[in-house]
């Protein structure tokens, strides 16, 4: 089987949502969800991944961002033909790009800003993969 070569090509931030006024303390918390939708008659993928940042519980997060990108496979695969390493590394590439969006929209905000530290999200692996549909 010949490995799986793939390219970045587009990401867009759907939805951002910054509410402070639902900001009760300086305690953060945050949740990655990830999501996906292989598209098998070009061989893209469509990783999708909602940031939350809230207080006390997720119903209550005072940030949201939908960050959206597509990912093209070079050569045409089956969804069962997806590496696990696919998953983990997508999320890797996207990363740096979420990250440096929360920095800008919630310092713009002129408030103290969220700055996430680098993260290592190869827990969200298992999640993107339950997550995925084939469509």
Do not use: H, W
């Not at 939350?52 to 990108?69: G, L, P, W, Y």
């Not at 790009?97 to 530290?117: C, D, E, H, K, M």
Request: hydrophobic share 40%.
């Amino acid at each position: 089987m010949n490995k799986a070569a793939f390219s970045l090509k587009e990401y867009k931030f759907e939805k951002v949502s910054i509410d402070f006024l639902k900001r009760t303390s300086n305690e953060l918390n945050i949740t990655f969800d990830p999501s996906g939708k292989f598209m098998s008659e070009n061989s893209t993928f469509e990783l999708i991944i909602v940031f939350n940042a809230f207080n006390e519980d997720v119903e209550n997060s005072f940030v949201t961002i939908k960050c959206s990108s597509i990912f093209q496979f070079e050569n045409e695969i089956n969804f069962d033909e997806i590496p696990s390493y696919f998953y983990r590394n997508s999320i890797a590439i996207v990363f740096p790009y979420i990250r440096a969006f929360i920095s800008t929209v919630t310092l713009q905000a002129n408030i103290p800003p969220i700055i996430l530290p680098t993260m290592n999200l190869t827990s969200l692996e298992i999640p993107l993969k339950q997550n995925t549909t084939n469509v």
